[in-house]
């Protein structure tokens, strides 16, 4: 059984560009949500998809969004970058019980805005 | 709303020694609760939950934590710290419903010296 997998694990981008972050949950998941986390802070809940669908967003802008594939893995797109976007970005897969759903983080994506 | 605290942004003991992280939450609802740690450039990674059945948890690494609602309090406690807990650790708690998203404190820094 494979865990959660981000790509790419770091980024450099600058700013007013476009990023792609992915995702691929873990073996029989069917959710996942992402979190931002600036340094030294506790991650923040960007959104979270389930079975393709947007299951709730956090307070962040519309230039942040995402997609869930049929395979469940997932992508964040953040358009018109700007500096304060430079943080690790955390995927976590888990499989929606309508219990506790136990969130089960990849390793991030650290993400620079120059 | 939910908010989580983590009192002490920064804890020091010594190798051997007693660790005890706090956190504090505020929930309109019966609560699940978790803790977890993260390594330097690294995801975050499970130590224990809480979800409305026993209320002294255990985890990995030798860690538990005690759900006591009358201090709205999910301590977490190491009888005997090891060089290798120095890490970050983050409290968090979420509500059942559709969006079981995650809201976090803003994380203990664990250093043991030895």
């Known amino acids: 059984e494979t865990g959660v997998t981000q790509s790419p694990t770091h980024l450099i981008k600058t700013r007013g560009q476009q990023v792609t972050l992915r995702c691929s949950s873990q073996?029989?998941?069917?959710?996942v949500s992402w979190y931002q986390q600036a340094l030294g802070q506790g991650p923040q809940f960007i959104f979270q998809?389930?079975?393709?669908?947007?299951?709730g967003r956090g307070n962040f802008p519309p230039r942040f969004s995402g997609l869930q594939f049929p395979n469940y893995s997932s992508e964040l797109n953040v358009n018109a970058l700007e500096l304060d976007d430079s943080a690790l970005y955390l995927c976590?897969?888990?499989?929606?019980?309508?219990?506790?759903?136990?969130?089960?983080f990849g390793p991030g994506t650290r993400l620079t805005v120059l | 709303a939910q908010s989580v605290t983590q009192l002490g942004s920064h804890v020091s003991v010594s190798e051997g020694a007693l660790v005890l992280l706090r956190c504090n939450y505020s929930s309109s609802v019966p609560p699940y609760l978790f803790w977890y740690v993260q390594y330097p450039n690294q995801g975050l990674q499970l130590l224990l939950k809480y979800t409305s059945a026993a209320t002294l948890v255990k985890g990995i690494n030798g860690f538990e934590a005690e759900f006591k609602k009358s201090e709205t309090s999910f301590h977490l406690t190491k009888p005997s710290a090891h060089m290798s807990d120095a890490a970050e650790y983050f409290c968090a708690v979420s509500e059942a419903g559709n969006n079981r998203k995650l809201i976090w404190g803003l994380g203990t820094s664990l250093a043991v010296n030895p």
């Open positions: 998809y389930y079975r393709e669908e947007e299951n």
């Open positions: 073996s029989g998941h069917n959710t």
């Open positions: 976590a897969s888990s499989f929606a019980t309508g219990g506790t759903d136990t969130q089960y």
